[in-house]
């Protein structure tokens, strides 16, 4: 596994929360304005950012010393492992923030992955809380479904919505069927392209 980078602990919008030496989970997705982050086939259908909003995901990006997502978001995001050639600055940029940042991939079926990245299979509750542990800085997590058994384990620190203005009407939601956390709203930001993010974190 690459070197883990070295920052603050920062927030979903930059601002810095501690400065001890702990990872800060973040579940953060893309989403309808319904609570969909895919179609009913697990596409992520939603609008492709637009260059100011791409930015400001870059920027998350660049602030995250470690990804973690499930098997599904992983197949997707690989693409950025070989982006196609393009003439848009901003995913450029965003694609070698992404090849930077260290990678873990939970899934109980995949038997490999690139190297540099690492799998894990089995006692993802405690292999996640020890990373947690092991880490400082902004850590995001991607999944509905790997976000629900982080979540109900105490490990996710922040709920990051971005809700995009459009309407799905059916598919995978951002929280999983059947997690209802206890959430306290701290904060929203209006982004670009129509966006609003909405930050909630667990109820103490």
Do not use: C
């Not at 895919?38 to 100011?52: H, K, M, Q, R």
């Not at 400001?56 to 995250?64: K, L, P, S, V, W």
């Amino acid at each position: 596994m690459p070197a883990e980078r070295q920052h603050d602990t920062v927030d979903s919008v930059g601002g810095v929360i501690h400065d001890g030496a702990m990872g800060y989970l973040v579940y953060g997705m893309l989403q309808s304005l319904d609570g969909y982050i895919a179609d009913v086939d697990g596409e992520l259908t939603l609008p492709v950012p637009g260059p100011a909003l791409h930015r400001y995901f870059n920027e998350q990006q660049r602030q995250t010393v470690l990804s973690i997502y499930g098997r599904k978001l992983w197949d997707m995001m690989q693409y950025w492992a070989d982006p196609d050639d393009g003439d848009d600055p901003a995913a450029d940029e965003f694609a070698q923030e992404w090849q930077a940042t260290p990678i873990v991939v939970v899934s109980t079926t995949l038997t490999k992955v690139p190297p540099g990245v690492r799998l894990i299979s089995t006692d993802v509750v405690d292999a996640i809380r020890a990373l947690k542990d092991d880490v400082d800085g902004r850590i995001e997590v991607g999944g509905a479904q790997l976000a629900a058994t982080l979540g109900r384990a105490g490990l996710i620190d922040e709920y990051a919505l971005s809700l995009q203005p459009v309407v799905l009407g059916a598919g995978t939601p951002y929280f999983a069927d059947g997690f209802t956390p206890d959430l306290e709203f701290v904060g929203s930001e209006a982004l670009d392209d129509g966006v609003v993010l909405a930050r909630y974190v667990p109820r103490r």
